[in-house]
């Protein structure tokens, strides 16, 4: 079993950034999938981010350009650097890693955004 712990979650103003980290338990980010989802209140979870086995990042339309997946192999840690919040950011943010096999899911860290 895998542990995936969010974190860097928080209040900030529109315009403002954060920088969210995803500590797994042991080292699970090396060829799997991975991907940070977002889930806003009444809406249905969404990807935001992802980084597949093979490497390739992928953003939804409406972050690209503000927000960046980065992950740490040796730190066992995926990050999502988020930049020029909007109130539409406003959502629990939850860390995955997949494959055929598993499907781990994190917590979820609070981001809200005020206007």
């Known amino acids: 079993q895998v542990q995936l712990v969010e974190s860097g979650g928080g209040l900030v103003q529109a315009g403002g950034s954060l920088r969210l980290s995803c500590a797994a338990s042991?080292?699970?980010?090396?060829?799997?999938?991975m991907g940070w989802y977002r889930q806003a209140p009444g809406k249905q979870r969404e990807l935001v981010a992802g980084?597949?086995?093979?490497?390739?990042?992928n953003y939804a339309d409406s972050v690209k350009g503000r927000f960046t997946i980065s992950r740490d192999n040796a730190k066992n840690t995926v990050y999502l650097q988020v930049n020029s919040l909007k109130p539409e950011d406003t959502a629990v943010y939850y860390c995955?890693?997949?494959?055929?096999?598993?499907?781990?899911w994190g917590q979820g860290t609070q981001v809200t955004v005020s206007s």
């Open positions: 995955n890693v997949h494959n055929s096999v598993y499907d781990y």
């Open positions: 042991r080292n699970i980010f090396s060829g799997n999938a």
């Open positions: 980084i597949t086995s093979g490497g390739s990042i």
